[in-house]
């Protein structure tokens, strides 16, 4: 290949100064880049910790973007970020390319065959990498040196760019330092990082970044599986007590009987059973924030107690007369509509307006349009990393299935239906390079949302027969196949349940709001018996 002609260089400053927005800028440089190398791919990825972050690219799956690349678990991306200068890896190099089986322009495993990568320097630090490749082999070969070296340079200048201006966008230290590089722990606990870039997910992140530095209490409300505990530790990421311990407390889980000691400690000899003080969840969260999860699970009692804590901030230990005072942050969390508990007097009406300073609602996955691509792409690198596979990818026709299904149990339901599926997917394959197919997720989807009732074996023996008569039948549509059984199965359990909602939905393993609005969705309803409407 010859030499890049200047034009081609001015030409791709000029398109970079004249970008303003992130995405333009970054999209800019691939065009330009790509018109100058030929490639089949080019992906901009951004050094966060010990992972690289895919911010642009072309020619890869939309769900690549989705991706976090653990740096030690890729021999070529560790061998780019210990250099200072180009990388061009031979088409015969033992080290496995990334991104073998993404390519949108070839169908199939086959691997991809040229591969060059560009450290992004900027202060003699990496701050990004450029990487290319093509299906074919030595592609890259002739281009100086000098023109690579000046690539490298604009497109670090490009990054930089970019994460200066997000950082001056921000209103405190900590959000620069979180925009800049998200800490290992952060990336590697339950997520560390809300993905999506829908509508009401870029409202969410609004919402957090505005509320996080206030010292306000916050309720988080959504539906089970929607990330609300990750919501809770964003917002503590963000707020001025970030450097302060971070308490977890599940409220469904405490024993009655030990709530105020858990909450709130108990000196050695105060009840029965008490042979040693013990320090209470709000004194470890002092200078810090306490989540209280499953809030509406706290029964009327210990309501009265936490009230307190929140118009005084004031705690009394069990066995003690005094009371002591905390600097606590409470952010609350529930599945349950409190205002409706509320309504009904299991929830106390002064409580709930205490913690619903600033209601926080994060939106369940089927209101997240194009948000499902993403979150697969990182539940899928993920579990590639937990299951040790060389790389596992996502067929075009599974990712339909996906995007078309409704998700009652939202992003959890989706990592575990990801998770499952590249099991069946690793032991039906014979190529380093596993694809996840139709048939590895047919069975998942409609087991979740039913839970298999205890009835469990005449459950699975319809979903394979609904499977079964698919096969003979050709192409049928898997969502409609998918209602159908579930509404067969909720018709059954009503029926045998006498329409008892409630026992209902402990029979299908479901929290009752979300069958409530499966059913809805389904057309069930219940009048003087049950019926399709």
């Not at 970079?16 to 970054?26: A, K, Q, Y």
């Not at 503590?236 to 009655?256: D, F, I, M, T």
């Not at 509404?487 to 329409?499: A, D, E, K, P, S």
């Amino acid at each position: 290949m010859s030499e890049i002609s200047s034009t081609a260089l001015i030409e791709l400053a000029l398109n970079l100064t004249n970008s303003l927005t992130d995405g333009d800028r970054f999209e800019r440089l691939l065009s330009t880049v790509r018109q100058a190398v030929a490639c089949d791919a080019v992906v901009l990825l951004h050094v966060q910790g010990d992972y690289l972050k895919p911010l642009a690219l072309q020619g890869l799956t939309k769900e690549t973007l989705g991706r976090r690349f653990e740096i030690a678990a890729h021999g070529r991306f560790q061998q780019i970020c210990h250099s200072t200068t180009p990388l061009r890896f031979a088409a015969d190099c033992p080290l496995g390319d990334p991104y073998d089986g993404l390519l949108l322009a070839h169908e199939g495993d086959l691997p991809v065959h040229a591969c060059m990568g560009l450290p992004l320097l900027s202060d003699g630090k990496l701050i990004g990498v450029l990487t290319l490749d093509s299906m074919v082999p030595n592609i890259f070969d002739d281009i100086p040196n000098r023109t690579l070296d000046m690539i490298a340079a604009m497109s670090a200048a490009t990054l930089k760019t970019a994460m200066l201006l997000q950082q001056l966008e921000q209103h405190s230290k900590h959000n620069q330092q979180v925009v800049a590089e998200l800490t290992h722990e952060a990336l590697i606990k339950d997520g560390g990082e809300l993905i999506g870039e829908s509508p009401s997910m870029l409202k969410l992140k609004q919402e957090i970044e505005m509320v996080a530095t206030s010292n306000f209490s916050i309720l988080i409300e959504g539906e089970t599986g929607v990330g609300k505990e990750l919501v809770a530790r964003t917002l503590h990421r963000q707020s001025r007590r970030s450097q302060g311990p971070l308490v977890y407390v599940n409220c469904a889980a405490l024993p009655e009987n030990l709530i105020e000691s858990e909450l709130f400690g108990h000196v050695k000899g105060a009840f029965t059973g008490a042979e040693r003080t013990r320090t209470g969840k709000f004194n470890l969260a002092s200078g810090g924030t306490i989540f209280l999860d499953e809030i509406g699970e706290l029964p009327l009692a210990a309501q009265s107690k936490l009230l307190r804590v929140l118009q005084n901030q004031e705690i009394q230990v069990v066995g003690k007369d005094d009371v002591e005072y905390v600097d606590v942050r409470i952010i609350a969390a529930t599945n349950r509509q409190l205002r409706d508990e509320v309504e009904r007097g299991t929830f106390r009406a002064d409580l709930y307006h205490r913690l619903s300073v600033y209601p926080v609602i994060v939106p369940p996955l089927r209101d997240r349009d194009g948000d499902i691509s993403l979150l697969c792409g990182y539940f899928i690198e993920t579990t590639r990393r937990k299951l040790g596979m060389q790389q596992l990818t996502l067929a075009n026709n599974a990712m339909k299935v996906l995007n078309d299904y409704d998700w009652p149990g939202n992003v959890r339901e989706l990592e575990h239906v990801i998770s499952r599926a590249a099991l069946r997917a690793r032991n039906d394959s014979r190529s380093p390079i596993i694809r996840i197919g139709l048939a590895h997720l047919a069975l998942m989807l409609a087991s979740d949302s039913s839970s298999q009732a205890p009835n469990s074996a005449s459950v699975v023996n319809s979903q394979q027969t609904v499977c079964d008569n698919a096969q003979l039948q050709g192409e049928i549509n898997l969502k409609q196949q998918t209602e159908d059984f579930q509404r067969q199965v909720i018709l059954q359990i009503l029926t045998q349940q006498n329409g008892n909602w409630s026992a209902t939905a402990k029979r299908l393993q479901m929290d009752r709001a979300n069958l409530n609005r499966l059913a809805k969705r389904l057309g069930i309803r219940i009048s003087k018996r049950i019926e399709i409407s």
